[in-house]
C-alpha cells in the first residue's frame, strides 16, 4: 500500500540554524501539505502546495518557512533560523484531490530545538 | 474561520463497552468532516469522513459517525471496543476552499481513549 514517508524520523537543532525536513508523497498525489504538532496540543494546520505554488497558509507560517518540491518525488518544509517554539513533530500529507479529499499523512518528523 | 472543539481530553471505556466521542465544529457552509486516529509513535490515519449525503458515515474498523447540522455534531461512535482502539482520535474539518487549490485541515485538541480490561 503506498505510503507517505518522511525524513529524519527525529532532528535535533541548535536555536538559529537552518533545518529541512525531508517528505516523499505518495507518488500520483497532487496535492502536499505540511502540518505541525507541539507536544501535548493540536495538529495545526501549516502549509498546503498545489502545481508547484502555495495554495494556503496558516498565521503560523511565518518567513521564517519555505517549502519546495525539489524534483518529482520530494516535498521539502525549511525553517531558516529556528526558535525554541519551533520545537514540534511535523507531519507531511498529500492528496489526489483538493479539498474534501483524504488526506494521507506520513509518520512525522520530531525537531528538538536547543 | 472554521474551528473544531473536542470537549473530552481523555475518555476511559471497559474493553467490550460502548464508545462515543464527541466532536463539534463551527463552519460556515456545509464543511468536510475527517475523524483520525493516532497512535503512539505513528502519523494519522483516517477512520472515516463526511462529505454530503447520508449523515450516518462508516468507517474502518468498525466506527460510525453521524453528522447532525442541528447540532453542529460529528460524533464518532463504536458499539464494542477492543484494547487495540487505545489511541488519541482526531476531528478535523475543512472546506474553507480557496478556489482550486489545496484544503488545509483544522483538527481538535484530540481526545485520547484509554481502554480498561
Known amino acids: 500500500e503506498p505510503e507517505v514517508t518522511q525524513t529524519p524520523s527525529h532532528q535535533v537543532t541548535q536555536m538559529g540554524q537552518e533545518v529541512i525536513l525531508r517528505c516523499v508523497p505518495i507518488s500520483n498525489h497532487l496535492y502536499f501539505y505540511w502540518y505541525r504538532q507541539i507536544l501535548g496540543q493540536k495538529v495545526e494546520f501549516l502549509v498546503s502546495?498545489?502545481?508547484?505554488?502555495?495554495?494556503?497558509k496558516s498565521e503560523i507560517f511565518d518567513d521564517q518557512f519555505s517549502v519546495e518540491r525539489p524534483d518529482g518525488s520530494n516535498f521539502t518544509l525549511k525553517i531558516r533560523s529556528t526558535k525554541l517554539e519551533d520545537s514540534a513533530m511535523y507531519f507531511c500529507?498529500?492528496?489526489?484531490?483538493?479539498?474534501?479529499?483524504?488526506?494521507?499523512f506520513g509518520p512525522g518528523t520530531r525537531l528538538t530545538v536547543l | 474561520a472554521q474551528s473544531v472543539t473536542q470537549p473530552d481530553i481523555h475518555i476511559t471505556v471497559s474493553e467490550g463497552a460502548s464508545l462515543e466521542l464527541r466532536c463539534n465544529y463551527s463552519y460556515g457552509a456545509t464543511p468536510y468532516l475527517f475523524w483520525y486516529v493516532q497512535s503512539p509513535g505513528q502519523g494519522l490515519q483516517l477512520l472515516l469522513k463526511?462529505?454530503?449525503?447520508?449523515?450516518l458515515v462508516q468507517g474502518i474498523k468498525g466506527f460510525e459517525a453521524e453528522f447532525k447540522r442541528s447540532q453542529s455534531s460529528f460524533n464518532l461512535r463504536k458499539p464494542s471496543v477492543h484494547w487495540s482502539d487505545a489511541a488519541e482520535y482526531f476531528c478535523a474539518v475543512g472546506g474553507e476552499y480557496s478556489g482550486g487549490g489545496a484544503d488545509g485541515l483544522t483538527f481538535g485538541k484530540g481526545t485520547h481513549l484509554i481502554i480498561q480490561p
Open positions: 502546495f498545489y502545481n508547484n505554488e502555495i495554495s494556503e
Open positions: 500529507a498529500s492528496s489526489g484531490r483538493s479539498f474534501g479529499a483524504e488526506q494521507f
Open positions: 463526511y462529505f454530503s449525503g447520508d449523515t
